[in-house]
Every structure is written in C-alpha cells, then in structure tokens.
DNA sequence: TTAAACTTTCAGTAATTATTGAAAGTTAAA
DNA sequence: TTTAACTTTCAATAATTACTGAAAGTTTAA
C-alpha cells in the first residue's frame, strides 16, 4: 500500500467513523486530512483535497472549532485563513469526550432525573418507571463521572495508573 | 408531571439519544417502552403503543435481538410472540460495550493498523501518516480494552472497584 | 390438510440530513 | 475610499436513511 492509498483509506474510514458518533462525514473527513497533514491547510487546499463545495468546508470548519478540535493559523506573508487540528491524540480525546459529556450526556440526565422524580402513585407501572430511570441514571451520572475523570488526569492517564489498576 | 407524561419523555429522550448512537429512533423507542414495562409485550402493543407501522416494529425489533438487547418469551395460552428486554442497567451497559466494541472500534483499529503498517519511504508526510495513525491505533487499543475489561467486571463494577481508585 | 393467526419481507414513499453554489458579507492592500 | 481576495450564509437540491403497508411466508389449532 502506498501514501495515497493510505491517506485515502485513513481518511474515508474516520469519516464513516465519524457519522457513527454523531459527526457528519465532511467534518470527520476535514478533521483526518488535518491531523496527518505536515502544515497547516487553506480552505482552498481542503476543498480541492477532499473535493467537497467551499460552503460545505467553511461550515464544517466552523464546527470543528466549536468543538475545538481545530484552530486557525496565521501564515505570514497570507492573506488567506489557514487551519490545523489537534496533533496529540490524547488531548484530542480528552476534548472529544468533554464535549460529548456537555453536549449529550448530561442532558440526558437531566431527563432521567425528571422522569424518576415523578410522584409515586403507588401504581405498579409508576414503580417501574420510577425504579428504571432511576437506576439508568444513577448508571449514566457514573459513567460520566468516570469518563471525565479519565479524560482529566494529564498526560497517560490511560496506560498509567488507571490502565493497570484494573489489571 | 404525571405518569403518561413521563413515559412520553422517557421514551422520546431515549429515541433521540439513540440516533446519536448509531442505533436508530425507532429501536430505541422499543427498547425504553419495554425497558418500563412491567410485562412483556406483544408486536401488537409496541405498534400500538409508539404508533409505528407493523414492518417497523417487526425489523427493529430483529435488530434488537440480534444486539442482544431484547429477547422473545412466551407467554403460556398465547399463540403471538412476547418481547422483554434486558432489565439491569449493568448488564445492559455490557451487552451495549461488547457490541460497540465488536461492531465499530475494533473494524476501525484494523483500518489504523494497516494504514500505520505501510511502507516508511522517508519522506514527511509518510511519517507524518505513520507517526498519527500509530497513536491513534494505541489510544483507540487502549480504550478498547479498557472498555472491555470494566465492561466484564461483574457486579457493582463502576461504583466499587475502579471508580474509588481513580478518587 | 386447511385455514386462521401471526410474522417477515420489501418496493415504494416519506422524512431527514448533507451538500452545493451563488449572492451577500467581510477584510485589508492599494 | 475602492476593489480584489477571501469567507459566510442560505435557499435549492441531492443523497441518505427510515417507515409504511400489503403481499408472501410461517406456524399451529382444529
């Protein structure tokens, strides 16, 4: 397998990856050529790579900056815009998982917590959907404590301590 | 909030939660209404229950068989077929991590690996392609892992355990 | 067997989501 | 200022994905 091949491959397979996870695949796909690429890209240069429309790649560089996977550069000497992603990959998990937390996870709580605070009725089916929110709550605030205090921890969090830990 | 009202909002919340999962709306919607269900239900009441056509209710709830999530029981004196799902959180979480893991990340990490793998020619950006998806390849094994090793803990796993550890 | 009760399949259609491209907006060099 | 270089916005359209309903398939009671 050559470069391009490669490259191609890397790249259309994180952004199928991407759609999955509640990304759209341009964005995905932006965000792939932009962590193996050497320097920092142009608009213009990631249209043309990716062959997708100019309104396309703006508003979906937009959002990776929302999400702040990716920043704009300043190239001397340019008049144009130039972007880069974030190269490490463990900072770039620990925003991806932020995010998600903020975005999906915790509103989704909120939900449960709603829905298990309901009055008991004393009916059968008002225990039950008491008692399974409840626990799918109690479950999800867990989880996402656990993700964020993964995500926290600098530099190795996961091969180091936690990692080894669990055996 | 009221019973009917709850159960209307624990069931859209989990629908639309889903599609960002990559689970679609509708196989989520079964899922929750027979997660707060105190008895198994038929075809006839999930259709009747989320207003979903026959065809809809009979493939989503293949696909949540095949996950694992929901399983056929039947209920003597009955001809038609009864669904239940899965009624622990726990185990749920598991089934859910195991088929995740399974479906999309390991495919994934195959993909990374091959592409990290090809030929080192010299030059910068195939170093640079190696060098990013290498990392990639070891964080996403690394949280595989992870994933699957809490996910196989029986019992009280998060809160016991790994949660205190990590403070 | 047969036929009623039930489930699955799938072509057609609806709903949703992503993409384009051109016009409007912005910036900065001349 | 003006204007050329560049970016953003957004209505129209394309692509994708989900859903319906009726026909075909299956099972079991009589």
Known sequence: MQYQEAKDKFISTWGSLGSLWGINKAMAQIQALLFISTKP????????????????????????????IVTKVLVSGERKEFFTTEKDVQELARIVAKERSRREIKPVIKVLDEVS???NDGTEKTKELIKQTKALKELSDDLDTLMNKLVNQKQNWLTKSVFKLIK
């Open 41 to 68: 890209l142009s608009m213009e240069d990631i249209m043309h790579d990716l062959k997708i429309s100019r309104g396309n790649t703006s508003m979906n560089l937009r959002q990776l900056m929302d999400w702040g």
């Open 117 to 119: 605070s309901i009055e």
